[in-house]
C-alpha cells in the first residue's frame, strides 16, 4: 500500500511538473543596434505590447535596443545561434546570402519614403524578402528607417569636397564603392564604435538617418551635415527559421499579426520622426546644415552613377529598373 501511494505521489509530481513546464511562457528575445526613440525602436516595443496583449501568459517579448545584448557584428550569427530569436538588421547586412539585396545600397536610386514602400510591397519586393529562408533567416517584413544624410568635419557641397575624407559605412560591399566612386575612403565600422570615430578623428564623416544621427549624438562631434537623400537606411525583420517554423500554428498566427500592425506603425512614424529630430539638431545651433539644391544632387548622383553598371551582374539590370520605376507613383 505504501509503495502505491509513494508511486502515486511520484506520479503526480510528475504530472505536476509537466504542466508547469507546458504554462511556462514562449521567450522571444528581439535584439537591434539603436534607441528606443528611433522608428526601429519603437516599432520593436510596439510588437512587444502587442504580442504580449494577445497572447497573455503564452509569449513573452524581451527587447533589447542600443546593442545590449549584441552588436551589429554579432547579431546575424547569434540569430543562426538561437541565441536571440529576431533581430532587424539594416538591409545591407544580408548581401553576403543574396547579391539582390544590394539594390538597397544603391545610391540615389529611390527618390523618397514612398518610392520605397511602393517597391517593396511589391511582388518583387515580396520575394526579396522571402529570399532567405533556407540560410536560416525567415523574413517578417521591412521597417522603414529614412533617407540618409552627410555629416562630415567640412561642409559637404560638391562631390569634390568628399574627396579624401574617411567616412564610416556598414559593411557593404556597394556602400564602398559608393565613396570610392567620391575618390573617399569608406571604413567599415560597427555602429555601436561610430560616436567615439567620429570624436577622435578616425573617420571623418558617416552616413545616416536624421533620427540615428539625433539618437546617437553625432551632432556633438559633426559641425557639418548636408541633406542630401542619397540613399536608404532600411531594415528586414528576421526570425531564426527552424524557431519561428518551430512555434504552435495558432502561436504564430497571432505573431504574425502582430508583426503587421508593429510594421505599420513604425513605418508611419519613421518620416515624422526624422523630421522631428532634424529640426532637433538645427535647434542646438552647434551644426551648419546645407540643403543640396536639384541641381547639386544632380551632380553627386552623376559621380556615383558608375556604381550601378559596376554591380548591375549581382544585383540585375531587371531589379535596378524595378526599383527606379517605383518613383513613378501609379
Known amino acids: 500500500m505504501m509503495r502505491f501511494i509513494a508511486a502515486m505521489a511520484v506520479l503526480t509530481g510528475l504530472l505536476m511538473g509537466s504542466a508547469q513546464a507546458q504554462q511556462q511562457p514562449i521567450k522571444i528575445k528581439l535584439s537591434h543596434v539603436v534607441a528606443d526613440s528611433t522608428p526601429k525602436g519603437m516599432a520593436s516595443l510596439k510588437f512587444k505590447e502587442l504580442a504580449e496583449q494577445r497572447l497573455p501568459g503564452k509569449v513573452v ?29 539594416s538591409l545591407s547586412k544580408f548581401d553576403k546570402f543574396t547579391k539582390k539585396l544590394q539594390v538597397f545600397d ?9 518610392a520605397i514602400d511602393r517597391f517593396q510591397k511589391g511582388k518583387i519586393g515580396q520575394e526579396l524578402l522571402r529570399s532567405i529562408a533556407s540560410k536560416g533567416y525567415t523574413g517578417l517584413g521591412y521597417w522603414h528607417n529614412g533617407m540618409k544624410q552627410f ?27 559608393q565613396f570610392r566612386a567620391l575618390n573617399a575612403n569608406p571604413q567599415k565600422m560597427a555602429f555601436a564604435e561610430v560616436y567615439q570615430a ?20 553625432y551632432q556633438e562631434v559633426q559641425k557639418y551635415m548636408t541633406e542630401s537623400n542619397h540613399g536608404v537606411i532600411d531594415y528586414m525583420v528576421v526570425a531564426n527559421t527552424k524557431f519561428w517554423t518551430g512555434l504552435p500554428a495558432d502561436v504564430r498566427k497571432v ?22 529630430d532634424k529640426k532637433k539638431i538645427e535647434a542646438t ?21 558608375p556604381v550601378y553598371k559596376q554591380f548591375e551582374s549581382q544585383i540585375g539590370k531587371d531589379l535596378i529598373d524595378a526599383a527606379l520605376a517605383s518613383n513613378k507613383s501609379s
Open 61 to 89: 517579448v524581451e527587447v533589447f535596443p542600443n546593442s545590449q545584448l549584441f552588436g551589429d557584428a554579432k547579431e546575424m550569427e547569434a540569430l543562426l545561434l538561437n541565441d536571440v530569436q529576431i533581430i532587424a538588421p
Open 106 to 114: 544603391l545610391p540615389f536610386l529611390f527618390d523618397d519614403i514612398a
Open 151 to 177: 555629416s562630415a568635419s567640412k561642409p559637404l557641397i560638391k562631390p569634390e569636397d568628399a574627396k579624401g575624407l574617411k567616412f564610416r559605412i556598414q559593411a557593404s560591399d556597394v556602400l564602398e564603392a
Open 198 to 217: 567620429l570624436q577622435t578623428g578616425v573617420v571623418d564623416g558617416q552616413e545616416n538617418t536624421w533620427s540615428n544621427i539625433y539618437s546617437q549624438k
Open 255 to 276: 505573431l504574425e499579426q502582430a508583426m503587421v500592425e508593429a510594421t505599420k506603425y513604425g513605418n508611419d512614424l519613421a518620416e515624422s520622426i526624422n523630421a522631428g
Open 285 to 305: 545651433g552647434s551644426v551648419q546644415l546645407t540643403v543640396l539644391t536639384k541641381a547639386q544632387a544632380a551632380e553627386w548622383r552623376k559621380a556615383m552613377l
